[in-house]
């Protein structure tokens, strides 16, 4: 399993997590847990994925979901779960 860390953040909107959600369905990207918020019209959600069956580059999926991002208004960062351990231990 290669677990991966997706954060969306933005102004709420009718469908961010329809649309984040059918491209990860789309590319074999399995969702493991998801937690989204909204808090005074900011939207906030984080999602821990399985990006094992994922057919294209990682950084194909940071560029892509990055894209659908700015098409949504919203700002998508995807990292990679070890990174991101890596990054908040302390």
Do not use: P, W
């Amino acid at each position: 399993m290669k677990k991966t860390v997706i954060t969306v953040v933005g102004k709420d909107s009718v469908g961010i997590i329809a649309k984040t959600c059918t491209y990860l369905a789309e590319n074999q990207v399995n969702i493991l847990n998801i937690s989204q918020t909204i808090v005074d019209g900011f939207f906030n959600m984080m999602m821990i994925v399985d990006t094992e069956n994922f057919g294209k580059e990682f950084g194909t999926m940071v560029d892509e979901l990055e894209a659908l991002g700015e098409k949504m208004a919203c700002i998508i960062k995807v990292q990679r779960e070890d990174i991101f351990d890596s990054m908040h231990r302390l």
